[in-house]
């Protein structure tokens, strides 16, 4: 074997080697950041413990899950607003969630302010009638 053939040998093999070792570690960390994600989801705690500070927030008509988690993350609601997209559409509020004015605090954790931006309706607008 002429000694220019082995040379491109051993760089084409310390090459694929990188490549290899590179993909592993991307792998590696994308499992990770999934798993961080997938944890939080159901288990994010609130920013803070105690009474905590309120603060309003409005909704307004046509908001998205993510203009609404920007909102709140710039209010100091929550810690990230991406993981508040997923928690809004993992949720059993996301299609209940209306624009309006809420008082919020720091002390709920996500759930709790999806819940919140639940306007209470009349038993009347349900039924289209009087409550029995």
């Given amino acids: ?9 051993v760089v084409g093999a310390i090459v694929r080697m990188a490549v290899i070792v590179f993909a592993v ?6 499992a990770l950041l999934c798993y961080d ?26 908001m998205s899950a993510s203009e ?3 909102l709140l993350e710039n209010k100091g609601l929550i810690r990230d607003a991406k993981l508040f997209v997923l928690q809004y559409y993992l949720s059993e ?15 709920m954790t996500v759930e709790e302010m999806m819940a919140a931006m639940v306007p209470e309706e009349d038993e009347d607008d349900e039924t289209g009638g009087k409550a029995e």
């Fill in 93 to 107: 509020y996301r299609k209940d969630v209306r624009p309006g004015v809420f008082e919020l605090n720091t002390s």
């Fill in 1 to 9: 074997m002429k000694p220019g053939n082995m040379i491109i040998a």
């Fill in 37 to 62: 994600y997938g944890y939080r989801i159901f288990t994010e705690p609130a920013i803070s413990s105690g009474e905590g500070r309120t603060v309003t927030v409005a909704i307004t008509e046509g």
């Fill in 25 to 30: 570690y991307a792998i590696y960390r994308g």
């Fill in 68 to 70: 609404i988690g920007h």
